[in-house]
């Protein structure tokens, strides 16, 4: 497990670097302040110094077969996670068919019933809820435009 840690901090360490290489290219300093390359290049460089310090602080740690946990958690708990990561794919194909808040309703309403499964009352007033706040946090007040569906919302 040791060397795939350390083979994941390398990895980040060139992620970094890419990042920092690739908004160099952008203008990272104008007249006017901060450019459109410069949050990249500074987050680039948070990467890559944190994969660079995990690198190292690895070194001197040896690994001991009691120590090794495996990759994927218990049963349970892999089943939850592909389950999120099944909602989040299914929000991002129907968001542009059904809209933002059709689409967080619909993913909200299946991740309340089937992480930990809730009344369906409790489900309908959640995901109500907190996809009309997040669509009036983003589409009123922060002005983002959020997709609208079919059904014209």
């Keep these: 497990m040791r060397t795939c840690e350390q ?10 670097t890419a990042i920092c290489l690739l908004s160099v290219q952008l203008t990272l300093w104008d007249e006017s302040g ?47 996670i592909l ?10 194909m129907a968001l542009s068919t059904l809209g933002f808040l059709l689409s967080a309703f619909l993913a909200t309403c299946f991740l309340l019933r089937a992480i930990e499964p809730q009344k369906w009352w409790v ?17 009123g007040l922060l002005q983002v435009p959020l997709p609208k569906g079919l059904l014209g919302f």
């Design 34 to 80: 901060p450019g459109n390359g410069f949050i990249p290049f500074v987050a680039g460089v948070l990467i890559g110094v944190s994969g660079f310090a995990l690198f190292v602080l690895e070194l001197p740690k040896r690994s001991s077969p009691a120590s090794r946990q495996p990759f994927l958690p218990n049963r349970p708990a892999t089943i939850r």
């Design 7 to 16: 083979a994941y901090n390398i990895l980040w360490v060139f992620l970094g």
């Design 123 to 139: 489900v309908l007033v959640v995901a109500s809820v907190s996809c009309v706040a997040a669509y009036g946090l983003f589409d």
């Design 83 to 92: 389950l999120v990561v099944g909602a989040l794919c299914f929000m991002a």
